[in-house]
């Protein structure tokens, strides 16, 4: 079983920046792929960014740039450094991490992007 756990959402102005994190509970060593997604009210999940084992990065297109996802494996931590947010940003963003047969998700971390 692997626990993941989402900090360092919050309230934002627009324009402003934030960074997720996301802890693993412990190290995987098999190939994985790791993932932000998000779901905002009334809508459903969608994928924001993915990074593999490999250290490939994937992003949705409304992303255009604006955000990064990198790992530190050390520390089995994922981030997510968010850049000129937008109000349409607003959502619960959620870790997930898939390996085999494994797929797990976080909690979910409460981004809300208002003036």
């Known amino acids: 079983q692997v626990q993941l756990v989402e900090s360092g959402g919050g309230l934002v102005q627009p324009g402003g920046s934030l960074r997720l994190s996301c802890v693993v509970s412990?190290?995987?060593?098999?190939?994985?792929?790791m993932g932000w997604y998000r779901q905002a009210p009334g809508k459903q999940r969608e994928l924001v960014a993915t990074i593999t084992s490999g250290g490939r990065t994937n992003y949705a297109d409304f992303v255009n740039g604006r955000f990064t996802i990198s790992s530190v494996n050390a520390k089995n931590t994922v981030y997510l450094e968010m850049n000129s947010l937008k109000s349409e940003d607003t959502a619960v963003y959620y870790c997930?991490?898939?390996?085999?047969?494994?797929?797990?998700w976080g909690q979910g971390t409460q981004v809300t992007v208002s003036s």
């Open positions: 997930n991490l898939k390996s085999g047969f494994l797929d797990s």
């Open positions: 412990r190290t995987i060593f098999s190939i994985y792929t």
